[in-house]
């Protein structure tokens, strides 16, 4: 697949070190603006602009599966996919920063008027990602599947966990419950009875979404829902994610240290209490019961900044801390010291992609781990022999976790037969969903 993008950015090298290898990408940019870090990729780097038309057409967009503008300008980016949509036949996706672009691409959305064919604003992603990780008290990673019928939740094994260093095969989860994977010392793998729970632990359970209700409560002590949240930094994500607290009566607070942006916060919210102040002033938070929050989450663009508020809300007792990292590289570090979830809006904004427009031909629903582990579907031909899940040979290490039969959902044993048109949800590792896929295809 050929792929060219627009913006030596640090959102384009993220794009360019992800898809590199197993397609053909094509760097635009000034000259000035490609650092070793291009030059130590196998990629091709054109100088110029990437509203250029006359620099699209040296970048041979005409023949492009997929075109990516990720410059840090809205406006070059929307110009340049306008360009390459007269130019190719490429799927456009563009980034933008500004709500304004949003509403003005929504507006033409589904319309004769639409030529960019996928918006990403990574900052609206960010908090989707945050909300939903809000809404499972102790869970670090959510996802929904069949209509909400069925679930993903991602805890980490603490000291106080009823899991800790007990056996998969001696744990008495629902029937409905299934552990797909564990994430340690950040490598994920598919766990066998024998695995034992070990502190930290990053456990990814997939099933039913009342089982995992069960789950949460009776495992994870999660008795009651989050009621009180209190948010650092109102801007863009700050004030989306209060806006969707406020609808379901979760009690917010939001501290913001820019006075205009106060009032401005004020006119926005109709419940949320806003705060002028820094997020770091160990007096206001004190003043304020940050520490007695249910969670707290701290998104101001400075990763610095997130980590201190996130540090000193987690000290003052805060059972739960949500930070934004704006530094991949930095994701890793924050777990490390403390925080209980780190989020990239540039991940986000990856695993936008990735789903949506790199596999075109495996489904991709969902990833975890930053990449390394992915929910696919599929669903089985005609021409199947039904088998039950126990005497299915897999080529690689696989977890059918759902199945979606007509209108049931059902989380398979091993006694379950597969049939012919079960559409199934099955959790793999990242290097083996192609085989996985490729095998039911037969």
């Known amino acids: 697949?050929?792929?060219?993008?627009?913006?030596?950015?640090?959102?384009?090298?993220?794009?360019?070190?992800?898809?590199?290898?197993?397609?053909?990408?094509?760097?635009?940019?000034?000259?000035?603006?490609?650092?070793?870090?291009?030059?130590?990729?196998?990629?091709?780097?054109?100088?110029?602009?990437?509203?250029?038309?006359?620099?699209?057409?040296?970048?041979?967009?005409?023949?492009?599966?997929?075109?990516?503008?990720?410059?840090?300008?809205?406006?070059?980016?929307?110009?340049?996919?306008?360009?390459?949509?007269?130019?190719?036949?490429?799927?456009?996706?563009?980034?933008?920063?500004?709500?304004?672009?949003?509403?003005?691409?929504?507006?033409?959305?589904?319309?004769?008027?639409?030529?960019?064919?996928?918006?990403?604003?990574?900052?609206?992603?960010?908090?989707?990602?945050?909300?939903?990780?809000?809404?499972?008290?102790?869970?670090?990673?959510v996802e929904n599947f069949a209509q909400g019928k069925a679930r993903l939740l991602e805890y980490r094994i603490k000291e106080d966990s009823l899991l800790l260093n007990k056996k998969l095969k001696d744990c008495r989860f629902t029937d409905q419950t299934l552990v797909v994977a564990i994430t340690r010392e950040e490598t994920l793998f598919i766990p066998d009875g024998e695995t034992e729970f070990n502190l930290n632990d990053?456990?990814?359970?997939?099933?039913?979404?009342?089982?995992?209700?069960?789950?949460?409560?009776?495992?994870?002590?999660?008795?009651?829902?989050?009621?009180?949240?209190?948010?650092?930094?109102?801007?863009?994500v700050g004030l989306m994610l209060a806006l969707n607290l406020e609808k379901i009566n979760i009690k917010t607070k939001i501290i913001e240290r820019d006075y205009k942006r106060c009032e401005y916060l004020t006119e926005q919210l109709k419940n949320a209490l806003v705060l002028y102040g820094d997020g770091t002033n160990m007096e206001l938070l004190e003043q304020e019961d940050i520490g007695e929050c249910d969670v707290v989450i701290s998104v101001t663009n400075n990763d610095e900044k997130n980590l201190l508020c996130s540090l000193l809300t987690k000290q003052m007792g805060c059972p739960k801390v949500i930070t934004r990292v704006s530094q991949n590289a930095n994701i890793g570090l924050f777990e490390k010291v403390g925080i209980d979830v780190a989020i990239s809006p540039k991940e986000a904004a990856i695993t936008e992609i990735r789903n949506s427009l790199m596999e075109t031909d495996v489904e991709i629903l969902a990833t975890v781990e930053r990449g390394q582990g992915r929910i696919i579907e599929t669903v089985i031909p005609d021409?199947?022999?039904?088998?039950?899940?126990?005497?299915?040979?897999?080529?690689?290490?696989?977890?059918?976790?759902?199945?979606?039969?007509?209108?049931?959902?059902?989380?398979?044993?091993?006694?379950?037969?597969?049939?012919?048109?079960?559409?199934?949800?099955?959790?793999?590792?990242?290097?083996?969903?192609?085989?996985?896929?490729?095998?039911?295809?037969?």
Not at 66 to 95: G, M
Not at 213 to 236: C, E, P, Y
């Open 1 to 141: 697949m050929k792929i060219v993008v627009f913006g030596a950015s640090e959102m384009g090298l993220l794009i360019a070190t992800e898809f590199f290898e197993d397609h053909d990408v094509t760097i635009i940019d000034k000259e000035e603006n490609r650092t070793d870090a291009f030059n130590r990729l196998d990629i091709s780097f054109i100088a110029g602009n990437g509203s250029n038309i006359n620099t699209l057409k040296s970048a041979n967009v005409e023949d492009a599966d997929i075109f990516i503008a990720s410059s840090n300008f809205d406006e070059a980016n929307i110009v340049a996919c306008l360009t390459v949509s007269r130019l190719s036949q490429a799927k456009t996706v563009c980034f933008v920063s500004k709500p304004e672009y949003i509403e003005s691409l929504n507006l033409v959305k589904n319309t004769q008027y639409e030529v960019i064919d996928f918006v990403i604003w990574p900052e609206q992603l960010l908090t989707q990602e945050i909300f939903r990780i809000i809404t499972v008290p102790e869970a670090v990673d």
């Open 202 to 236: 990053k456990v990814i359970f997939m099933g039913s979404s009342t089982s995992l209700d069960i789950l949460a409560r009776d495992i994870f002590q999660s008795k009651s829902k989050v009621k009180t949240a209190a948010i650092i930094g109102g801007g863009s």
């Open 383 to 442: 021409n199947f022999n039904e088998t039950s899940l126990m005497e299915l040979q897999l080529p690689r290490k696989a977890v059918i976790a759902i199945i979606q039969r007509g209108h049931s959902v059902l989380i398979p044993k091993g006694i379950t037969r597969l049939k012919p048109k079960d559409k199934l949800l099955i959790f793999t590792k990242d290097e083996d969903s192609q085989k996985i896929i490729d095998f039911f295809r037969g």
